[in-house]
């Protein structure tokens, strides 16, 4: 498998994410619909960090992230929050369009302190890590939209307020 195998569902996802990303209004950067929860900027904010995560991926062998070097991003509106994300997007593209089969088969490993939390190869870490786990926070974005009453973007078919 090389990493353009990969780039369809890369540019359905990532095209449904930036649709998602569009409707979160910097007024509500604040709510938090739960104490433990994220706020409404967090969780935007780490969405739209989660491209960035992939040419890391490509790029390295490891990332320990309690001595990683990102840079913290704190968006101040919904334009900021979308030129990070376009960015990171392009960025993402040119790393899974360029790797090859064995790149995508290298083994890549998480850390935390020191000590292993995976080990898999980059084609895994790139389905789970980084597609699944945008997913997944895109998914409690919709729900953050819903809560503040904002249309839910359709993305694998219709919602209740989009057809699609």
Known sequence: MNGAMLLPEFDHELAQTRKTLERVPAQHFGWKPH???YSLRDLATHVSNIPGWLPVTMDTEELDFTDSSFPEFVPESNAELLDHFDKGVAEARRA????GPER????WTLKSGGETVFAMPKAAVVRSF???HLIHHRAQLCVYLRLLDIPVPAIYGPSADEQG
Do not use: G, H, I, P
């Open 35 to 37: 104490e433990k929860s």
């Open 96 to 99: 899974l369009e360029a790797a």
């Open 104 to 107: 995508m088969m290298e083994t």
């Open 130 to 132: 980084v597609m699944n």
